[in-house]
């Protein structure tokens, strides 16, 4: 079934926000709330009990599924509630990328992103054809020679991914039967920056037909490499029976030298630029994960091409976004582009 076939069915005065209840959805609701629009919130099971407890973050309603991978099963029953589909990391990963990519519901975004954002070796083709420079890969792990980050495919929070110093180091560590990829590990202060490119919006930082912001800056706090200095070098842990790992247990905010946003509107301008050339544009927020040296130089390590974790610290706005709308959060942002669209009847440009 077409999206735009979809969409000439629904009631666009009464759209409802919909997102899995993980990752980022208080803010998603909260934002919706914030643009007078109903919300949404799949789970499975049962409706988690936590949502009472923040009234103004927990949707207008539930939506009990049993299986995530089984959403277009429960595609006609969103349809018939003008559902419009908000995409985050936990709602990709529960799914998984090619199911959510064939979902049968209106999503905020180009859903086309997903082949270039879960597949690294085209996320590093589409990033260094914008022009940005990114850690040099190892292709054969035996020419293992510094330190490298080895990551696997996909939006998992940093889990899996390991330190190794050498090829036996690598191999000891590796699990064979998944896809991944070898970095040279960058030494410097990580910055993941938070975007939003909107095509409808004409004033501001002007990039092709729309805008470009920036709303916020954040770090990860990962268990427990951020913890692991306290305790001697990577060797000492691993020889004391500890793993280094990089899960991502929560986030930092962060505010960047004012000297560096020259060169941070220019790599959103270039990403931005370089998507509608691969695959007809990327819509609305994305993370470019940063690694600044101290030459104050960016390396971008990854790319997330929708709502990250991280804008969750600033769910009543940053100092970046209070300069723009005092109290705007991402999810906030995201419910005024849909509502733009559809109040100037132009939905099918940011909805796919």
Request: hydrophobic letters at 35%; charged letters at 25%; proline letters at 5%.
């Amino acid at each position: 079934m077409g999206i735009q076939k979809i969409l000439d069915g629904y009631d666009t005065g009464n759209l409802a926000i919909t997102t899995v209840c993980s990752h980022s959805s208080l803010q998603i609701f909260d934002g919706a709330r914030k643009q007078g629009f109903r919300s949404i919130g799949i789970a499975i099971g049962e409706p988690p009990r936590f949502y009472d407890a923040f009234p103004l973050g927990r949707p207008d309603e539930f939506f009990v599924v049993d299986n995530y991978r089984r959403m277009n099963d429960y595609a006609p029953r969103l349809r018939d509630k003008n559902a419009v589909v908000v995409p985050h990391g936990s709602f990709v990963e529960y799914m998984g990328a090619d199911n959510f990519r064939h979902l049968e519901l209106p999503i905020y975004g180009n859903r086309d992103v997903l082949e270039w954002e879960s597949d690294r070796s085209k996320e590093r083709e589409w990033l260094e054809g914008a022009g940005l420079k990114m850690p040099p890969i190892i292709d054969d792990p035996r020419d293992i020679a510094k330190p490298v980050i080895v990551k696997y495919y996909g939006a998992k929070g940093g889990k899996g991914f390991f330190i190794a110093k050498d090829y036996q180091d690598f191999k000891r560590k590796i699990e064979v039967n998944k896809p991944f990829v070898i970095q040279e590990f960058m030494v410097g202060t990580r910055y993941y920056i938070h975007y939003f490119y909107s095509p409808l919006q004409q004033d501001g930082y002007r990039v092709r037909d729309g805008c470009l912001q920036v709303l916020s800056v954040d770090r990860r706090d990962e268990t427990n490499i951020d913890e692991a200095h306290r305790l001697g070098s990577i060797s000492e842990l691993e020889s004391m029976g500890i793993t280094p790992t990089f899960v991502v247990t929560g986030n930092i905010p962060i505010v960047m030298r004012e000297s560096l946003l020259k060169k941070v509107f220019d790599m959103g301008e270039r990403v931005v630029n370089k998507s509608y050339e691969l695959f007809g544009g990327l819509i609305g927020p994305f993370c470019l994960e940063t690694v600044v040296t101290e030459k104050l130089d960016f390396t971008v390590f990854e790319i997330s091409a929708r709502i990250v974790a991280g804008t969750n610290v600033f769910i009543s706005g940053s100092p970046y976004a209070d300069l723009i709308q005092p109290g705007l959060s991402t999810g906030q942002r995201i419910a005024q582009d849909i509502q733009m669209a559809a109040e100037q009847d132009r939905l099918d440009e940011v909805i796919t």
